[in-house]
């Protein structure tokens, strides 16, 4: 299939943040909103966005504030600012031509994902694919971002085992119904397996949840074929519940 990419502006808060549309030309199919980790940008779900594109999805990878054309912002952007960029970049996904509104969800990494998953109490999700999804405190919402880090309690907090009612995104995931993956790197030296765990019990109530461990693969997917490994996961799993979904609105 024909892929193609296009750079996007996306307007949020009087500031413009760039996206990059992937997607086959005619293709009216799910929209797929990428959020990198924090230190990352777009570019990190390059080979991800063409491979989804490659079988129809409408793709946008976008850069959170304080990540690349706004680096200068790193220091001080907060959790509350990344979760309006990516509610701005699922708005402008929404209205792009051939996505498939009714079939919109996200792929987040790391502190992509924890804000994918807080998405879920603000724009419909079909389904939400996480890798290495972190979790933060509750409190302080409104402080730098980087300034969570250097709590002496930041590091245990994410060994605990939490029940939904105690964090906000998990919270959020225990109210998802759609299809969910959660994807785990077996070394991850940043994403304890107890934070991991906690977002797979939280997602007790999806539709379905398909948990993957890639062996051997270090936080970022360092190696070439970690990132693959990744890429081929969420193109086999976006198949399968596309296909069971698309039975499953065929009129018997």
């Known amino acids: 299939m024909n892929v193609r990419s296009e750079t996007v502006d996306i307007l949020v808060d009087g500031q413009r943040i760039e996206g990059t549309l992937t997607a086959s030309p005619a293709t009216d199919g799910p929209g797929v909103l990428f959020v990198h980790g924090w230190g990352a940008n777009r570019d990190h779900y390059i080979e991800e966005a063409g491979a989804l594109a490659g079988i129809g999805c409408v793709c946008l990878t976008f850069n959170l504030r304080g990540h690349a054309e706004t680096e200068a912002l790193h220091e001080t952007v907060t959790r509350e600012d990344n979760m309006r960029d990516v509610m701005a970049a699922y708005d402008a996904l929404a209205r792009i031509r051939g996505c498939g509104r009714a079939f919109i969800g996200v792929v987040g990494s790391s502190y992509g994902a924890y804000l994918g998953a807080l998405l879920i109490y603000m724009r419909p999700l079909r389904f939400l694919a996480l890798h290495a999804p972190a979790l933060y405190m509750d409190h302080d919402w409104e402080l730098p971002k980087r300034k969570l880090h250097v709590n002496p309690d930041f590091a245990a907090y ?95």
Request: charged share 20%; aromatic share 6%.
């Open 158 to 252: 994410r060994r605990l085992a939490l029940r939904a009612e105690e964090n906000r995104a998990l919270g959020a995931c225990a109210q998802f119904l759609g299809d969910a993956l959660v994807v785990e790197s077996e070394h991850d030296e940043v994403i304890p397996h107890p934070a991991v765990a906690n977002y797979i019990s939280a997602l007790a109530n999806a539709h379905s949840l398909t948990y993957r461990m890639i062996a051997g693969a270090d936080h970022s997917l360092s190696r070439p074929q970690w990132e693959s490994e990744y890429t081929q996961l969420l193109v086999n799993w976006m198949s399968e519940i596309t296909k069971e979904r698309a039975c499953a609105d065929t009129p018997s």
